[in-house]
Structures are given as structure tokens and as C-alpha cells.
């Protein structure tokens, strides 16, 4: 192939959500407010474990670390996609397609290591409540945020340096709403086989492990919580991690009905809207559920408020 053919293509024409017409601005206005009440939670969480003395507790580290990934999460993808839907459609640079699969691909994988770091601090707070604080230290807090962020960012971006190298030589239109992985891959005229390998294979380390560790976690940590005689502490003990439980079942269910679709052949429209799941509901679902089912959270809340009015 020759070198023209190499650089022929640079950008690609994303065709959002076809068909909307007349409720292309409804929809616009529907994501939009999507958007800004997920900032709005996300940032108030962060808030909240940065200035309350309640919430300065491993958990809220790892959950203000969430958020924060949710934050990324939704702004590599929503803000596009507000304009693709109001323009019915759009371009997008190569070297901008291939930043929104990084930051994409990291932020799953970055929220995956750390709600994974959450099930292993909720398990020794249930399990071994006796070494809890000696075991999770300031150092291992800091040490366990840093390699969720640092290993997500890694393990996308070998595959993201091998999709760099592909040829691209038209055509360039992506059916969907942001630039991932299969849409892309589908337009290359270079052999991606090597490339679709590697990406099940870094899957493992990045959901599929994390995802085993946090099932074996929950199921010591239901049959210790079992163990306790009282109704109080059995309610007490499930209440600190029903939170987090209700996070990793919209995660990865999520992530489980994408791979379910891809795996059966539904069409794009189908993949699309699933993937509103993950893009969208997944970084509004996280903060609306620690707001509602946490006591910490709501009584931080509730005391911000008294401090305004005083």
C-alpha cells in the first residue's frame, strides 16, 4: 500500500443518532441536563470528602477518586456527542478520535480498579475490623488510587499505540456517537486481528479479574455478615457497603449488556443505546446512589446546608 493511501484519511465523519428529526432538540436538551446534574453530583461528592471531617475515611478517598473518574468518563464522551446530535452528525480528527479512545478506555478501566479497591477496604473493614486501620494505612490508600489511575492509563494505551499504527484508507464514517474500539477497528484496511487479541487479553487484568476479585470479596463478606447475631449490626454491616454493591451492579451489568449485543450481532442503533448505559447512566447512577443510600453522605450534605443558612 502505498503512502498516500497511509495518510489518506484524516478524520472521521460520526453519525450519532440517525433519525431523530424533530426530536433532535429534545434529546439535546434531555443529554444536556443529563450532563450537567452528573458534574454537579460528582463535584459535590468530591466536595464533600475534601472538607468534611466525617467522610475523611478510606472509603470516601476511593469514592472521590470515582467520581473524579466518572468526571472524565462523561467529558470525553458527552460534550461530542451534545454536537453531533445537534449538527446530526460531525467530524472528528484522527488525533482527537484516538485521545477520546484513551482517556475512554482509561477511565473504564481506571473506575474498574478502583471500585475493586473499595471491595478489598470493605472487606477488611467487615471481615478484619481489628487490623482495618493498621492494614489500610494512609500509604496503602495512597498506594491503591494511584495504581487504579496509573494502570488504566498503561494498559489502554499499548493497544491505543497499536490502533496509531493501523491504516486507515477510507471510507472514514463511524455509526456511533463517540470513537470506540470496534467502529474504528472495522475501518482499517491494515490486518487488526493481532490488535482485537491483544484488547480481549487486556481485558482480563483490566475488567475480568477485578470483577472475580470483587464477587470473592462480597461473598466472604456476606457470609461474615451472616455470622453476626444482632439484626442492628447485620443491618449496620450491609449498610456500609450496600452503596458500593449498588455501584458494581449497574457497572458491570452495563458493561455485560454491551458485550452481550456485540457478541450476538444486534445492530449499531441497539449498541448505541446500550452504551448510553455505560456513557451516560452509569457516571449519573454513582453519586445519585451514594447520596441516597450513604448516612455520611446525606448527614455532610444536610450540615453544608445549616452551615449556608447560619
Not at 472528528?92 to 480498579?113: K, V
Not at 493498621?134 to 491505543?160: A, E, K, P, T
Not at 487488526?192 to 483490566?206: H, R
Not at 449488556?257 to 451516560?280: C, D, E, P, Q, W
Request: hydrophobic letters at 50%.
Amino acid at each position: 500500500m502505498n503512502k498516500e493511501n497511509v495518510t489518506m484519511v484524516t478524520e472521521f465523519h460520526l453519525l450519532g443518532f440517525r433519525g431523530l428529526h424533530s426530536f433532535r432538540v429534545v434529546f439535546f436538551y434531555f443529554f444536556l441536563l443529563i450532563y450537567i446534574v452528573t458534574l454537579t453530583g460528582n463535584l459535590l461528592i468530591i466536595l464533600l470528602v475534601s472538607t468534611s471531617h466525617q467522610l475523611h475515611s478510606p472509603m470516601y478517598l476511593f469514592l472521590s477518586h470515582l467520581s473524579l473518574s466518572d468526571i472524565l468518563f462523561t467529558t470525553t464522551i458527552v460534550p461530542n456527542m451534545l454536537y453531533i446530535i445537534w449538527e446530526e452528525g460531525g467530524t472528528i480528527s484522527f488525533a482527537a478520535c484516538i485521545t477520546q479512545l484513551e482517556l475512554f478506555g482509561a477511565s473504564i478501566g481506571t473506575e474498574s480498579l478502583l471500585l475493586t479497591a473499595m471491595s478489598y477496604d470493605r472487606y477488611l473493614a467487615i471481615c478484619n475490623p481489628l487490623r482495618y486501620t493498621v492494614i489500610m494505612d494512609l500509604r496503602l490508600q495512597y498506594q491503591l488510587v494511584i495504581w487504579s489511575w496509573l494502570l488504566g492509563f498503561m494498559i489502554i494505551l499499548s493497544l491505543v499505540i497499536l490502533i496509531c499504527q493501523l491504516q486507515f484508507c477510507g471510507p472514514n464514517v463511524i455509526d456511533h456517537y463517540f470513537c470506540d474500539f470496534s467502529p474504528i477497528l472495522d475501518l482499517s484496511c491494515s490486518d487488526t486481528s493481532i490488535i482485537k487479541i491483544e484488547q480481549s487479553v487486556l481485558s482480563i487484568p483490566c475488567i475480568l479479574l477485578p470483577f472475580v476479585f470483587i464477587v470473592v470479596t462480597y461473598f466472604y463478606i456476606f457470609h461474615t455478615i451472616l455470622k453476626i447475631s444482632s439484626t442492628t449490626g447485620r443491618q449496620k454491616a450491609y449498610s456500609t457497603c450496600s452503596a458500593h454493591l449498588a455501584v458494581v451492579c449497574a457497572y458491570y451489568g452495563s458493561l455485560i449488556a454491551i458485550y452481550m449485543a456485540a457478541t450476538r450481532g444486534h445492530t449499531f442503533n441497539a449498541n448505541k443505546f446500550l452504551s448510553l448505559l455505560n456513557t451516560v447512566g452509569t457516571p449519573l447512577f454513582n453519586p445519585i446512589i451514594y447520596s441516597l443510600r450513604n448516612q455520611d453522605i446525606k448527614e455532610s450534605i444536610v450540615n453544608i446546608v445549616r452551615r449556608k443558612q447560619h
